[in-house]
């Protein structure tokens, strides 16, 4: 669903920033109105709402990018003397499908990674995405077990955070201070990795902030031993 919006928004932006060229005022308020009306629109079609920092440092790249873009354009319409809207559609289809392709290429990357996981507590059950992530070196500071990080929303659903043995363990994520983290006991953990399945009884998951898995497929993060 991330990847289908990320293509709606850069499909409808490259349509509108044509039609803008082509019955717009003139290029110059063009310009104006794709870079404050089109990119933030386009931006959270693609992204939605993660907080007001990233929402402006991704329309302050995206401006970046219309900046060199026009002067890729100026450049080759000196090399070339094409100065049509043609050439100019061109050169906006050509930047869209190199940033699709990153995107799927991304995405395909991703979902190697990412396997059905299906958590267990008490008669309750809950089927998501798990990703695979080799960063994750998490474990419990006594014994050394694997402490997977799993949506609090996810955990809430299983009534997990309502049982006993809640625990707060340390961690520090990269660029960060040490922190702590709500650890909770499932009962069982599946993973279904192509034909292979493996199960996990008794497993230790660390509730994540929302903000995490905000626009994200997936709902639990694996720990590296998996």
Not at 26 to 31: A, Q
Not at 46 to 59: L, Q, V
Not at 108 to 125: H, T, W
């Amino acid at each position: 669903m991330r990847y289908l919006r990320m293509v709606l928004a850069a499909f409808c932006g490259t349509v509108s920033l044509t039609l803008l060229l082509v019955f717009g005022p003139g290029y110059g308020w063009s310009m104006a109105g794709h870079a404050l009306v089109l990119v933030p629109a386009m931006i959270y079609v693609a992204y939605g709402w993660n907080g007001k920092r990233s929402f402006i440092i991704r329309i302050g790249i995206s401006w970046l990018s219309i900046v060199l873009l026009d002067g890729v354009a100026e450049a080759l319409q000196n090399i070339t003397g094409l100065r049509t809207i043609v050439f100019y559609a061109s050169i906006a289809v050509l930047l869209v499908a190199r940033v699709l392709t990153c995107f799927l290429i991304r995405a395909v990357g991703d979902l190697k990674r990412m396997f059905p996981v299906i958590l267990y507590q008490g008669d309750k059950s809950v089927r998501c995405l798990g990703l695979y992530d080799t960063g994750n070196l998490l474990s419990m500071p006594n014994t050394g077990e694997m402490v997977h990080i799993v949506s609090g929303k996810l955990l809430a659903r299983l009534g997990a955070e309502d049982t006993a043995g809640l625990q707060l363990i340390p961690y520090r994520a990269l660029g960060t201070q040490e922190g702590w983290i709500r650890v909770v006991q499932l009962d069982k953990l599946e993973i279904h990795m192509g034909r292979e399945q493996k199960i996990y009884r008794n497993v230790r998951c660390g509730v994540a902030e929302e903000v995490l898995f905000q626009g994200k497929s997936y709902q639990v993060i694996l720990h590296s031993g998996v």
